[in-house]
């Protein structure tokens, strides 16, 4: 069960704004203002807005990360004291992990010539730094450790925290994903791969023209069944399966048939049929390689009864926060499941014959409470490592 939920990311800093910005269809994507931004040939991006914290020596996406869980903590209602501190634990994804913290000290030693760098720069930049703060700020002493596996890493973290609770190897773990790659090197490796967009995101629209970079996290707390209704806590969502796959096939082209098994891996898990999915929430970059491969494994897994499934991506608002990605599109699902309501894809203005999907283009669709009981969230990255968890109604 998800009892608790946090976030920080483009369209809001925290989850009741988010879900008031899908729902409005609301566009975070905009002009960056960032160190050397002339020096880029894409120069938009998703940035989280105004952002002051309360760790100003830690690194952009740990500082994200704490606020997340600080919020989620809060909204489960949840204290890590004597045996369920020494039990919970956390797990998050991140692709990146410390970039601004890299991007400023490759500054510092290459380009300004300095001969030393903080002593702490290591413990800023590595990728399990977020887990290690969350735990220390929460007190969580159970399985804490960092996924990265691209743009699948935080669905992969999510799906391993639920694997771990329904064993019952830990009674709560508090997952999710954070990543801050809007920096000049960041942006710049990423211009590498001719995959960026100069102007929008346009997820399955005949006319994208790529991608677009987001920042952000997004953590949730999950929790098992019996102790969740014991404590009488609010449920926001059951995560009822998950299912993993590797392509084996390329760093960069994605398979559809990878795509397909992770699908039907997690309806297999939750006992789940194609027909009782009400939305999924699409990778969707953006990108022409991604959406067409995505929209045929959609169409190969739900079949006949695919027409009347809704399928959004909300990347189209946010921008792909790539390792932290899966968890700010959870929330997406956690709006079609607890108010009836799917984010839309905006941007889109050329159907393309290639994605026969509906893609709930522009505006938000009201499908009605109780309406959907059912829905996929699909994170698809590169090197062919997919990640695919479904959601039920609580």
Same mark, same amino acid.
């Given at each position: ?25 609301? *566009? ?12 880029? +040939? ?6 989280? @807005? ?12 740990? @500082? ?6 600080? @919020? ?31 991007? &400023?000290?490759?500054?510092? /030693? ?13 413990? =800023? ?7 290690? %703060? ?6 969580? #002493? ?8 691209? *743009?699948? +890493? ?6 391993? $925290?639920?694997?771990?609770?329904? +064993? ?24 590498? !791969? ?6 929008? *995101? ?10 677009? @970079? ?10 098992? =069944?019996?102790?969740?209704?014991? =404590? ?16 084996? #096939? ?18 297999? &898990? ?28 959609? *169409? ?19 921008? %792909? ?15 079609? !499941?607890?108010?009836? /309501? ?5 941007? %889109? ?15 938000? =669709?009201?499908?009605? $409470?109780?309406?959907?009981?059912? +829905? !996929? ?18």
């Amino acid at each position: 069960m998800i009892t608790g939920a946090g976030t920080v990311n483009p369209l809001a800093k925290d989850v009741p704004g988010t879900l008031a910005a899908l729902a409005e269809g609301r *566009c975070a994507i905009g002009p960056l203002n960032i160190r050397d931004v002339d020096r880029l +040939s894409i120069r938009i991006g998703a940035a989280v @807005q105004e952002w002051h914290s309360a760790h100003p020596m830690l690194d952009r996406s740990v @500082q994200f990360a704490l606020e997340a869980a600080r @919020q989620a903590v809060i909204g489960a209602g949840l204290e890590f004291s004597g045996a369920l501190g020494r039990a919970a634990g956390v797990i998050l994804g991140t692709a990146g992990g410390g970039l601004s913290t890299v991007d &400023d000290n490759y500054r510092a /030693v290459y380009a300004e010539g300095k001969s030393r760098v903080h002593p702490m720069v290591v413990p =800023r930049l590595m990728h399990s730094a977020a887990a290690s %703060h969350v735990s220390m700020a929460h007190g969580l #002493q159970g399985p804490s450790f960092t996924v990265s596996s691209a *743009c699948a +890493s935080s669905n992969h973290a999510m799906g391993l $925290a639920f694997q771990m609770v329904r +064993s019952g190897a830990a009674p709560v773990m508090l997952a999710g994903g954070a990543e801050a790659m809007l920096t000049f090197g960041g942006m710049k490796a990423w211009e590498g !791969l001719r995959v960026m967009a100069p102007d929008a *995101c346009r997820p399955f629209s005949a006319d994208r023209t790529g991608m677009v @970079q987001g920042e952000g996290a997004a953590i949730f707390v999950f929790e098992e =069944r019996d102790r969740a209704v014991a =404590r009488g806590a609010e449920i926001l969502a059951e995560v009822a399966g998950f299912g993993m796959s590797a392509d084996a #096939q390329d760093l960069v082209v994605p398979s559809q048939a990878g795509a397909e098994r992770a699908m039907a891996l997690a309806l297999a &898990d939750a006992g789940i049929a194609a027909s009782d999915v009400g939305y999924i929430n699409a990778h969707g970059t953006g990108t022409t390689l991604n959406d067409r491969t995505e929209a045929a494994a959609i *169409c190969a897994v739900f079949g006949h009864v695919l027409p009347r499934i809704p399928v959004s991506s909300s990347k189209s608002m946010h921008g %792909h926060l790539i390792g932290a990605t899966g968890a700010v599109e959870l929330l997406a699902c956690l709006l079609a !499941l607890r108010e009836g /309501v799917v984010a839309p894809t905006i941007g %889109h203005r050329i159907a393309d014959p290639n994605c026969a999907l509906d893609v709930v283009p522009n505006i938000a =669709r009201a499908m009605g $409470a109780g309406a959907i009981r059912v +829905s !996929l969230s699909n994170a698809f990255a590169f090197g062919g490592l997919n990640a695919v968890l479904a959601l039920r109604k609580a």
